[in-house]
């Protein structure tokens, strides 16, 4: 039997002639409304993922569309496209039965819609948090994001709270609680947050002073949590940022704004400048903490994004 150091080198050895492969089809997938913030575009990719995946069958059409949605209008679907008309709510939901979208998806889009259509930017945000609270429980309910996971980071209550025992003279009740906070938690939340943190290990008091102290930090380990969840949190907290430009006084809040044309280089500068000055506010703070306590407690953002391409 011949192996490849038998074979006589001296043979002319013609190439046997190889077929083209056959061309495959390309596999076109339908599109997630969970991956898009921009429910005309969704529409737009949705439609063409028809035609394309439809031309076995009838055709599909704007026609094929408004059937389906119950409209009386052949081409409502491709005024909608291009922004030419908006959606109401009751259009949504004939939108999302012409979609083939199950409750917890028309909820979604439905919730995508106004917060696309949303003139004013406190609506907007509020229909922000919303659809990214629709998308982590969907998430979560696939299986895609552990409850582990959920629960291991801690919302923005208990943030809040886990902060309070740097202030003078704090009861951990909710009815005391709420004299300082102001209404953003109910006492049935609080009580569960602070039953959480408690329970959890991270508050704890100490059994000869009373007094409570930080246990241990709040996250063990970031590297753990999804991506996803980070961002909620940082979401409800800038949030919060958003709400004390109409609750507090000028004088208990700096708030400002600043719209640069930046180079590359310069860009990163500032990044690195801006935590750089994080680090050193909040390694300045939390030595001072361990001696004195804090009269009032503030909540500290930052932002720092392109807005052109």
Known sequence: METMETVNPAVNLKPARVSAPATEPLLILIPQLSAYLDYRLYLKDYYEYRVKTDKGRRPYSYAVFSAAADIK??????????GKRNLSLDMAEKFARALQFNKQETEEFVKLVLFSQAQDAVE??????????????KKMQKGEIAKESWEKLPNWLSWILYSLVDLKDIKYEPKALIKIL????????????ISNLFSTGILRQNEVTGEIIKARELISNSQDVPVELVRKLQMDLLYLGLESLFKENPVDREVGALTLALTEEEFNQIKFEIRQLKKRIAKDIVA????????RLYQFNLQFFPISK
């Open 73 to 82: 209008s052949p081409s409502y679907l491709k005024l909608i496209i291009e």
């Open 124 to 137: 907007r945000n509020r229909h922000f948090v919303d659809l990214v609270n629709i998308r982590l429980l």
């Open 182 to 193: 102001g209404p953003i938690a109910t006492e049935e939340q609080l009580a569960q947050a």
């Open 288 to 295: 001072k903490r361990v001696s004195t306590r804090g009269d």
